[in-house]
């Protein structure tokens, strides 16, 4: 079983009851559960840039995660994101964006966006919230909000934990 069909196993859909004041219905969520849970690794962060003055330097990034997730029924899979971030200027609301592609090499393929604050001085650490909206199988046109905190190595690794709740 894939990430994403793991994550929609066995759940009841989650449909409004009835048509929203614009004449719409509310869209399903996957079946199956709808919470999980994330731990993984980074690896291959690559840095760009650098510009700015002393030590307000604004910088890009790119790196990969290997993540273990794990459903609220405990079923668990493996999936891989493809990440590329920028630092965001002083006074944003948050210091760091950046998006990911996920896939769990089979066929269920999504994509993140995150805002995320450091969480230390040197900027290694960070606490993010997120988006997580499906491409391509089951999870397509379905949505997650997901919360997550990093932690970047200066030997081009760190660590990934987070949370996650398909909400559509």
């Given amino acids: ?39 993984g690794s980074v690896a291959g962060i690559t840095l760009v840039g650098g510009t700015g003055r002393g030590d307000d330097l604004s910088y890009g990034a790119s790196w990969t995660e290997a993540v273990t997730v794990t459903s609220s029924t405990g079923t668990v899979t493996d999936i891989t994101a493809n990440c590329i971030g920028m630092d965001q200027p002083s006074n944003s609301l948050f210091d760091r964006h950046f998006t990911c592609t996920v896939s769990d090499g089979e066929s269920q393929e999504g994509a993140l966006i995150f805002g995320c604050n450091k969480e230390n001085e040197a900027g290694n650490e960070m606490s993010c919230v997120g988006y997580l909206q499906g491409k391509e199988g089951e999870i397509a046109e379905h949505v997650a909000l997901v919360t997550s905190y990093y932690r970047f190595m200066s030997d081009g690794t760190g660590t990934v934990q987070g949370t996650g709740h398909w909400i559509r």
């Fill in 1 to 39: 079983m894939n990430f994403y069909s793991a994550l929609a196993a066995g759940a009841a859909l989650l449909i409004a009851t009835g048509a929203q004041a614009d004449g719409h219905e509310e869209a399903a969520a996957p079946s199956g559960p709808t919470t999980y849970t994330m731990t």
